[in-house]
């Protein structure tokens, strides 16, 4: 598994959430933020030699290994970032799966975490060997 297509596509869905949230597109911001953060995981697990048992990277195996060994083990990322994952699945199945829509505030506040987690784990990524 290549880190560097991964977090391509984290910056990529990244531009594009962006794109959503300027248009006030609040529910396809937050599904873009989700697939953003998780592309940005994947890249760091993968690079630090954590691959899934399949070629199919699923959504709860990238969540419990980041924290479980990024963030608790390896203690590569602070503890701040254990529920970035989570907190942005959930706003994600709202904006994708219920009647109730994503507020503004909501996306705005995802959006900056966003960009923290991922230039994070870029700046990670260009700093490891």
Known sequence: MDHQA???KAIENLAAAQLCFDHGYFNACANRLYYAMFHAAVATLVKNGI?????????????????????HRRKIFSGKFKSYLSD?????????????????????????????FINLINSELSHAT
């Open 88 to 116: 942005i699945y959930w706003v994600r199945v709202r904006a994708d799966y219920k009647t109730g829509f994503v507020s503004k505030k909501v996306a705005s506040q995802e959006l900056k975490k966003a960009n923290e």
């Open 51 to 71: 691959l899934p048992p399949s070629d199919e990277v699923g959504h709860y195996w990238v969540q419990n290994n980041f924290s479980g060994q990024l963030i």
């Open 6 to 8: 991964w977090i391509s």
